[in-house]
């Protein structure tokens, strides 16, 4: 893997203006680079979302962006100032440069329209010289990528289950050919299994198109297993960040630590994810408590 | 095919009910309306033996008849047209009758409810839009239009607009004078008519447009925090077609569904209104009928009305399959 950056994130404070205002996150300082996906992990509310969202300039009223950069290296060489972003500029650097898969997989897509008619949406915003004939091509062709029959493309969203609809999204983020895809709990509203399926493809579409991926989640085993690198978020900063091997065999900090413990093992002891290095804590859990 | 022909049973059992019903309900009266039609007719002039015979056919009292045969003789009577003859404009058919207002009605309210309603959710949609900005404040101004009794409001711009400025008629749904001999298909005639109209369309729209509005401005801020409208916005849509395809489409649903409703009652007309404007439409006979116990011209103007609203049912059942996907195939 290159080490180079594809974007970068220095200093990035967000906040909500409520009363009183809350930091959602403070000062992170981020780089991805080309083709690697990196986890952020973190529990609800610690702002690994807000962070997303600010990556890409989705915030809405009341959060707001209070300081910060997000530099976007193009592939041409182009560096673009996302914070700088407005109007048209910003309109068409969303889903060309970066995509977003989100966290509903039910509601992300509109119930009224079919899938082809979002799909094409995507194209005849971004590529308005595609022809009716080379859109539908696309089409299909990204249904296939993502391992869903191309038939199902005039179906609407109610037709599909929760697994197809997440799957209509990724290829959906797949049809500009991004160079980073944004996944934020992309698999939390499906069951174990589809979830497995889904991930499989999204590591194997991942190697295939060398897109670089942001994928967030509080299931931090899960990262270990997909992610070259891993950021641990608690209440807005970045407490630990390393490469997964390393969070998995030294998580540094208390919070990783915490983090991994919380998993029980397929054999039911807790704390079985961490393997080296005394845990106190970990074998006091172990004794006090059942097996889960 | 199976979907469609549910339906259509469906509806005709409903009619078959309706128009049993209208045929019962004046039999289950207490009095005797055929009794009070008669003297009143007999108090005007001489009533000929058969017209007698005709009402109590209609009306179904007074008579040896069994209230079976009673029925089915109204059923044919109605397959052949006749619903009786009025007593307030006698001897006028009730057919003919309803066939002069019902285009007046049908015209006027008609159009000002589609007015009112495209008026309601195309403004709605932009304020939801624009919501937390100064647009916000259109929605009470447009609910205390609706929230005044609407007689008020008509008497008010009457007074204003057409007794004070002169700009509009008073009353009426044409020129008497001008047109003696009524309505005839002439540009002259329907210029006069339109120049009638206004007024009371204004009214009618003034006082129901704020309705839809505030029902399509919440429903637009409740659409906005769907996540699909996030993944629009990710997906780098035009702002303009995420507001058309996305939120306004989807936030309209239930208005449309409500609408079906209120153009179902369009037939009913507006009666304060056609009262207030002496408007030649439904609502002004049958406010007539009902104070004249002119049954025969009340069951004729019920009928049509039931009629109205079961077909613009129909209509918006077929219609909102293509609006919504999710209703589509569901019987």
């Known amino acids: 893997m290159s080490a180079e950056p594809v974007l970068t994130a220095t200093d990035v404070s967000i906040e909500y203006l409520v009363d009183p205002p809350v930091e959602a996150v403070k000062n992170v300082s981020l780089t991805l680079h080309r083709g690697e996906i990196l986890g952020l992990a973190g529990e609800s509310g610690c702002g690994k979302s807000t962070l997303a969202y600010g990556l890409n300039r989705l915030l809405k009223p009341p959060a707001m962006m209070s300081s910060g950069e997000v530099v976007f290296h193009d592939r041409d060489g182009h560096d673009i100032d996302v914070v700088g972003l407005d109007g048209e500029h910003l309109r068409a650097f969303r889903w060309d440069k970066v995509s977003m898969v989100f966290q509903g997989a ?44 191309p038939d199902r493309l005039t179906s ?9 609809r997440q ?15 944004i996944m934020d709990e992309p698999t939390t509203a499906l069951d174990v299994v589809v979830q497995r399926g ?36 608690l209440r807005g900063e970045i407490v630990e960040l390393g490469t997964a091997d390393d969070i998995y065999r030294n998580a540094r900090h208390d919070y990783t630590k915490k ?13 079985d994810f961490i393997r080296t290095g005394a845990m106190p804590v970990a074998s006091a859990l172990t004794t006090s408590t059942e097996a889960v | 095919m199976k979907f469609y022909a549910r339906r259509i049973t469906i509806y005709l059992v409903t009619l078959w009910a309706t128009i049993s019903l209208n045929f019962l309900l004046p039999r289950l009266m207490p009095g005797d309306p055929a009794e009070i039609l008669i003297a009143k007719m007999q108090r005007a002039g001489e009533v000929s033996e058969t017209t007698i015979r005709n009402i109590r056919l209609i009306l179904g009292s007074g008579s040896d008849v069994p209230l079976w045969e009673q029925y089915l003789g109204y059923w044919g009577r109605l397959l052949h047209g006749d619903l009786g003859i009025s007593v307030t404009k006698y001897p006028t058919p009730v057919t003919e009758l309803i066939a002069n207002a019902l285009p007046w009605t049908l015209v006027l309210v008609g159009l000002s409810t589609v007015i009112a309603f495209v008026l309601g959710i195309g403004i709605g949609a932009w304020v939801g839009w624009r919501r937390g900005t100064w647009v916000d404040h259109l929605v009470p101004g447009t609910t205390v239009l609706q929230s005044i009794p609407y007689f008020w409001l008509a008497l008010i711009l009457v007074a204003v607009f057409a007794v004070n400025l002169r700009w509009f008629p008073i009353f009426g749904g044409y020129d008497v004078f001008a047109f003696p001999s009524g309505p005839e298909p002439t540009l002259a005639f329907l210029s006069d008519a339109i120049y009638h109209g206004i007024l009371p369309a204004i009214t009618i729209v003034l006082s129901s447009v704020g309705g839809w509005l505030f029902g399509m401005r919440n429903m637009m801020v409740a659409t906005l925090s769907e996540d699909y409208i996030i993944t629009a916005e990710a997906k ?77 049912n129909f209509l918006m ?12 195939h569901n019987a």
């Open chain 2, 236 to 312: 780098g849509l035009r702002p303009g077609r995420i507001l058309r395809a996305y939120a306004s489409r989807n936030a309209a649903i239930p208005s449309i569904a409500g609408f079906s409703i209120t153009l179902g009652f369009v037939v009913a007309g507006s009666i304060v209104m056609e009262q207030v404007f002496t408007y030649p439409g439904v609502g002004k006979l049958m406010f007539q009928a009902v104070q004249n116990n002119d049954y025969a011209l009340m069951q004729g103007v019920f009928l049509v009305i039931t009629i109205t609203v079961l077909a613009a």
């Open chain 1, 167 to 181: 799957r209509m999204m990724i290829a959906m983020a797949l049809a500009l050919d991004p160079q980073v895809m």
């Open chain 1, 106 to 149: 039910m509601n992300s897509l509109n119930p009224v329209l079919s899938v082809k008619e979002q799909l094409d949406d995507v194209f005849r915003t971004h590529r308005p010289k595609m022809r009716r004939r080379e859109r539908l091509e696309r089409s299909r062709e990204l249904l296939e990528l993502v391992g869903v029959d």
């Open chain 2, 317 to 328: 059942d077929l219609v909102y399959g293509f609006i919504d996907p999710r209703a589509r």
């Open chain 1, 198 to 233: 889904i991930i499989r493809e999204i590591m194997r579409l991942r190697e295939r198109l060398g897109f670089a991926v942001i994928f967030i989640t509080h299931d931090l085993p899960l990262l270990i297993e997909i992610s070259d690198r891993i950021a641990v978020m």
């Open chain 1, 259 to 271: 983090l991994l413990e919380s998993f029980p093992s397929l054999r039911g002891d807790r704390g």
């Open chain 1, 156 to 164: 609407f969203p109610h037709e599909l289950s929760g697994g197809m």
